[in-house]
């Protein structure tokens, strides 16, 4: 099986996964938890983590063994070709790559279209015209350090259909001028020709981990492509961005590829030399570094304006702005020469002031190779740092750069701007957002200067947090193992619940935690059900204790929050997650029981829940049972605040969702108060929904009432998907009656919660 995590794809030989998520994520149910003694098995792990964390330190994957971890291809259509990068890995270097399987949406199926480079592993996706569309997995097995891995579902390929006939983007190019007022309010708007194609349902910008500008524009529910006003100033004068979009209609998702492209323009801006200010030796000729400058590159030509005093001997490359200094041209020791540089290209012209100012002196230090070492302080996972060389280093006019036999790790690290050097004093800088996983990497750097080269490297050794670990508390629902299923318990009695205790079961070893609850009041329904009323926490060891006073006979569904942190400052490692508490048996002697009663979903594929066992007196015909999803639909974000938000709920994720379905299936008015975005029987206007149950938000399912979470819905209006749970209130009844009005007349409980994780 696999899991995703930003599209990289992190795998495991054997079928045990680590239980930590990262981003502000709650307790994976699914995903099984290694205990101590099992870790020590671990080869390779899916980066999807299974406990929300609140600090900014986070374990994504285990220090041990052979890692092998690729992209994923998650908007790709027919026609298109695509390259697959070489996966990046831990331990030695793997060879002798070959695919060894792949799956069609989980079902076998054989294609000529991906083709593996045996000693790379990068993967060529070609010959895509017929390919079918939906969701591929391919396996991949290679040798490491002489052993045999093989890792199932390695790369995950998302094939979407072509875009329907008729479809276009006017305009196709979008020139946007830097210097106009308000420039960021430039557009593109997708067009259509009705009779050529099925209705458009929704718009979404098409991913791609190659594009990171893509999170600079964004799409509105019209089809109207702009740029995202917050991301403005990382707009890049003079690039030109090019952006695919996704499309759902009922016939399923359709992949534009390279709809629009955003042209901006600009004259030339930012001329910059590193270093700007340099010494030369008398007589010597020199050479400058490259320039950087922002604005576009059509007709871009670079000339000298001016020499402060004048002088001649200085020259400029008109193509790339270098500027040479010709042997002899140098001869009065201590003068100071101030160069001003023009840039014109189609646009404009800008003039650059100052831009080189070169220093004439007698005696240029070479580079003494004993000096060239590093202050490497101790680094852990997910943390930034800065790495400066030591005061000792012995070198004039030095330009300091990394070595270009790098490892392929660090080498990503560098081209993702996770990992830099500042040019002028060495400095090397770990970003944050570092991948880098706890082992030791050899980074190697060069520096130059008009004596010479010289190469240097150290060990930068990435700990694990001595602080992390990991908690849950099991099950009570003879679901097995029970950390595939933890903290969701239910009682049929409110003596149950008073007398039951619980006590995590961690990684701690011996540490010490503060144990709190977050939140203890969650409540569903408009009348406030506190189920998990007057539970209390030991601090020091985590136990929950319940009182039963929230507990009902009608069967319904509450949630806490636990956090746990270890350690102080920097270090300090948090774990939260939910525990969920359903009681009562149900009405009238009638009870349904999901098992789990937490489905789990990701709402960027949707899904569909376990079937719950419904128990009804002899006197009643399961045949006339029905349930719908009714009201009190409450949703409780990652940080859990004690009363969810409703749809009516201004600015709400629900808001959103409500608000966007009405739009969709043509409604004048917007009922926020209504059920129809999760309902099966209404009837509302303007149409039944047992006819458009593709764009609901969710329903029950009337064969076998499992709840079917529909894919790309649950999303707000700047397209950041739904992560946290849904209390809502079914109705149900016995009479075969199976009419939107009697439904609505049901009794009424709240069997299931629906858990929204966008990386599950």
Not at 193 to 202: A, F, L, W
Not at 478 to 486: F, G, I, M, T, V
Not at 628 to 651: A, M, V, W
Request: hydrophobic share 35%; proline share 4%.
């Amino acid at each position: 099986m696999y899991k995703r995590q930003a599209n990289i794809i992190h795998l495991q030989r054997e079928n045990e996964f680590l239980l930590i998520k990262t981003n502000n994520s709650f307790f994976n149910m699914k995903t099984k938890l290694l205990t101590i003694s099992r870790l020590v098995k671990l080869f390779a792990i899916v980066a999807l983590a299974l406990v929300h964390t609140s600090c900014d330190e986070t374990e994504t994957t285990d220090s041990t063994g052979f890692i092998l971890h690729y992209y994923g291809v998650t908007d790709i259509g027919p026609s298109m070709t695509y390259t697959l990068e070489a996966p990046t890995y831990k331990g030695s270097a793997p060879y002798d790559f070959t695919i060894t399987g792949v799956t069609l949406n989980d079902e076998a199926c054989t294609t000529e279209s991906f083709v593996i480079d045996a000693e790379t592993g990068a993967i060529n996706i070609q010959n895509t015209a017929n390919l079918a569309t939906g969701l591929y997995a391919i396996s991949v097995g290679c040798y490491s350090n002489g052993k045999y891995f093989e890792f199932k579902d390695a790369i995950q390929i998302n094939m979407l259909l072509a875009v329907p006939e008729g479809v276009t983007v006017t305009p196709a190019e979008v020139v946007v001028k830097m210097e106009d007022k308000n420039w960021w309010e430039a557009s593109a708007q997708v067009t259509t020709d009705t009779e050529k194609h099925v209705s458009i349902t929704g718009y979404a910008i098409a991913e791609d981990e190659s594009k990171e500008y893509l999170k600079y524009f964004t799409i509105s529910d019209d089809g109207i492509i702009t740029f995202n006003p917050e991301k403005k100033d990382n707009i890049i004068p003079g690039e030109k961005y090019v952006i695919s979009l996704k499309l759902k209609t009922k016939a399923g998702e359709h992949l534009y590829a390279d709809a629009v492209t955003f042209n901006v323009i600009s004259k030339p801006l930012k001329l910059q030399y590193a270093p700007n200010e340099v010494r030369v030796e008398k007589n010597i000729a020199h050479e400058s570094q490259l320039p950087t400058i922002q604005g576009s590159s059509e007709g871009r030509t670079y000339t000298i304006k001016s020499i402060t005093p004048e002088i001649s001997g200085f020259t400029i490359d008109a193509a790339t702005g270098k500027i040479s200094i010709a042997e002899n041209t140098l001869t009065q020791i201590g003068n100071v020469y101030e160069v001003d540089v023009t840039v014109t290209n189609e646009y404009g012209t800008s003039d650059f002031p100052k831009a080189y100012i070169v220093t004439v002196v007698d005696f240029i230090n070479p580079i003494d190779p004993e000096t060239f070492k590093y202050e490497v302080p101790e680094t852990y996972e997910g943390k930034g740092y800065t790495i400066p060389l030591i005061n000792e280093f012995k070198g004039d006019e030095v330009i300091f750069d990394f070595a270009e036999d790098n490892s392929d790790i660090i080498k990503e690290q560098i081209e993702k701007n996770r990992i830099s050097i500042d040019k002028v004093n060495g400095t090397i800088t770990i970003a944050e957002n570092n991948t880098l996983t706890p082992e030791d990497y050899t980074v190697k750097v060069k520096a130059a200067n008009p004596k010479g080269e010289v190469s240097s490297s150290f060990t930068l050794t990435i700990k694990e947090n001595p602080n992390k670990f990991t908690f849950y508390y099991g099950n009570n629902l003879d679901l097995s193992p029970k950390e595939n299923y933890a903290n969701q318990f239910e009682f049929n009695t409110k003596e149950e619940l008073a007398n039951f205790t619980l006590v995590p079961i961690t990684t701690l070893n011996g540490r010490e935690a503060k144990w709190e609850i977050c939140s203890k009041q969650i409540q569903s329904g408009s009348n406030g059900v506190e189920v998990t009323k007057g539970t209390t926490i030991d601090p020091k060891s985590g136990m929950l204790t319940f009182t039963g006073e929230g507990f009902t006979t009608i069967i319904n569904v509450g949630m806490l929050v636990v956090k746990a942190t270890v350690g102080t400052g920097e270090l300090a490692y948090t774990v939260t997650v939910p525990v969920f508490i359903k009681c009562g048996t149900g009405k009238s002697n009638i009870n349904v029981r999901y098992k789990p009663f937490v489905f789990q979903v990701n709402p960027k594929t949707g899904g569909r829940s376990t079937a719950p066992e419904i128990k009804l007196p002899s006197s009643m015909d399961i045949n006339k049972f029905a349930m719908d999803y009714r009201k009190e639909f409450n949703f409780f974000g990652i940080d859990s605040e004690p009363k969810g938000h409703l749809p009516q709920t201004e600015g709400s994720l629900l808001n959103d969702i409500w608000t966007t379905f009405y739009n969709n299936i043509g409604a004048t008015k917007v009922n926020l108060g209504g059920k129809k975005p999760l309902s099966y029987y209404s009837t509302e206007k303007p149409i039944d929904n047992e006819k458009i149950l593709d764009q609901v938000a969710g329903y029950i399912d009337p064969k076998d009432k499992a709840v079917v979470i529909n894919p790309e819905i649950w999303k707000d209006k700047k397209g950041k998907y739904a992560n946290g749970v849904l209390l809502g209130r079914v109705s149900y009844i016995t009479n075969g009656d199976f009419t939107d009005e009697n439904i609505s007349k049901g009794a009424q409980f709240y069997p299931i919660a629906i858990w929204f994780d966008e990386n599950f």
